[in-house]
């Protein structure tokens, strides 16, 4: 698959960033910018954050395990971590910067836990496991595999999303890139994935396969939200002549839209650039932040919604002129967006930084969270809200590789 061909340190291989656009600089972590205290081992790395229905921030990771590695979780309540909790250890691990587990919260007992899983022994033969939590994460249900298709090609890059609480519910959706085709075309040929889609019940089994998208990028993270009228998921489609751009689809009336592009940028780049969107709702405002680089001119941008996502505003660019991408989005109370993206400094230096963008495309200055890495190592930064406080987590590569965690109120944004 195209993701071993790609690129050095995570960016853009074959483009020049575009030259610095005239925002404000910069501006050093907001004083009141607290580091909290990480739950997970020293070696670990991937971390991911969702928030529960009561407000509680999850984050789980991958750490190291005798033999193999762990996914693991704790809960933020406030300012403090609960004790971790394992939800699988295995050898059998697929381990990758770019596709990394996740958890989807249902409610306080209710948990959704997706991994990567070796099918065989080529280098990215591998498959997804889904398990469900009834209480909390004490324990965890027999794995399920959401694709019926077994070859040992690629499968991953999830996004989860819980259909609802009550009983009779859907369970949790999940799409995925499915790479059952790209083996079915052979190395000299197109090698397509595609987006596939399916539920996971309350009671274990899984709902119809849906084929959401036929051609796909290779190796860009998925993004899905529930909205008030049903999910939305963000994905980088793979257009026959190599335009790369961000697509949507909504689940409307119990079936899925085509997909369509959410900007014209048409960017076109023969490879991967491992560079997936983000999405974030509240009832029916969405907000999509994504990288992209038509022209050989990198930027990251946003976009906002008012139906849902059935259409999406004009792009408003975020970063600061040399973005290497990685993005996360969250909506505020107030409806601004807050983006998070990875931004070159200089050689492999770059700095994890955050602003905010109001609806009317107002930007403010651009924060910097944390110094970072741009090697492929330190990962995708993730950002998630609670209340009127905004959760930060990200990797720091090293032997051992570290998780830091910070928090602030989202006032400090300005």
């Keep these: 698959m195209m993701i071993r061909a790609l690129l050095v340190g995570g960016a853009v291989g074959a483009v020049a960033l575009a030259a610095p656009t005239r925002h404000a600089p910069p501006a050093a972590p907001p004083r009141a910018l607290d580091s909290?205290?990480?739950?997970?081992?020293?070696?670990?790395?991937?971390?991911?954050?969702t928030v529960?229905?009561?407000?509680?921030?999850?984050?789980?990771?991958?750490?190291?395990?005798?033999?193999?590695?762990?996914?693991?979780?704790?809960?933020?309540?406030?300012?403090?971590?609960s004790a971790p909790q394992t939800i699988v250890a295995r050898p059998d691990f697929f381990v990758n910067w770019a596709d990394f587990p996740s958890l989807e919260v249902t409610d306080s007992r209710r948990l959704t836990a997706h991994w990567l899983q070796r099918n065989g022994t080529g280098t990215y033969a591998y498959g997804v496991r889904l398990s469900q939590s009834r209480d909390g994460g004490r324990t965890w249900s027999a794995p399920v595999t959401p694709h019926r298709d077994t070859s040992q090609t690629e499968h991953g890059f999830v996004a989860m999303w819980?259909?609802?609480?009550?009983?009779?519910?859907?369970?949790?959706?999940?799409?995925?890139?499915?790479?059952?085709?790209?083996?079915?075309?052979?190395?000299?040929?197109?090698?397509?994935?595609?987006?596939?889609?399916?539920?996971?019940?309350?009671?274990?089994?899984?709902?119809?396969?849906?084929r959401l998208d036929e051609r796909t990028c290779d190796c860009c993270l998925n993004a899905a939200v529930m909205t008030a009228k049903g999910p939305i998921v963000?994905?980088?489609?793979?257009?026959?002549?190599?335009?790369?751009?961000?697509?949507?689809?909504?689940?409307?009336?119990?079936?899925?839209?085509?997909g369509t592009p959410v900007h014209d940028d048409r960017w076109k780049i023969a490879a991967c650039p491992v560079n997936g969107p983000a999405l974030a709702a509240r009832g029916n405002a969405v907000a999509l932040a994504w990288f992209t680089a038509p022209g050989d001119s990198g930027r990251v941008n946003v976009a906002f919604s008012d139906n849902a996502g059935a259409t999406f505003g004009a792009p408003i660019r975020v970063d600061g002129g040399t973005p290497a991408g990685r993005v996360d989005v969250v909506l505020l109370p107030n409806g601004d967006a807050l983006v998070t993206w990875v931004e070159r400094v200089g050689g492999d230096i770059a700095a994890v930084r955050a602003r905010r963008i109001t609806r009317a495309g107002v930007a403010g200055a651009p924060v910097t969270v944390a110094s970072s890495s741009a090697a492929r190592a330190s990962g995708f930064p993730r950002a998630?809200?609670?209340?009127?406080?905004v959760v930060f987590a990200w990797t720091v590569p090293g032997r051992p590789s570290t998780i830091r965690v910070a928090r602030t109120d989202a006032a400090a944004f300005r």
Excluded: C, Q
């Design 36 to 49: 909290l205290a990480s739950p997970a081992a020293p070696g670990s790395a991937e971390p991911s954050l």
């Design 52 to 81: 529960g229905p009561d407000g509680r921030v999850y984050m789980s990771w991958i750490e190291p395990a005798s033999p193999g590695n762990a996914l693991r979780f704790a809960v933020l309540d406030g300012t403090t971590w």
């Design 162 to 210: 819980s259909e609802g609480t009550g009983a009779a519910d859907g369970g949790v959706g999940a799409v995925w890139l499915d790479g059952r085709k790209y083996k079915a075309a052979g190395h000299n040929a197109a090698n397509e994935m595609m987006l596939v889609s399916t539920t996971l019940r309350p009671n274990g089994t899984l709902g119809p396969e849906v």
């Design 234 to 258: 963000a994905y980088r489609n793979r257009s026959a002549d190599e335009i790369r751009d961000i697509y949507v689809t909504r689940r409307v009336a119990g079936r899925w839209t085509a």
């Design 384 to 389: 998630v809200a609670t209340g009127s406080s």
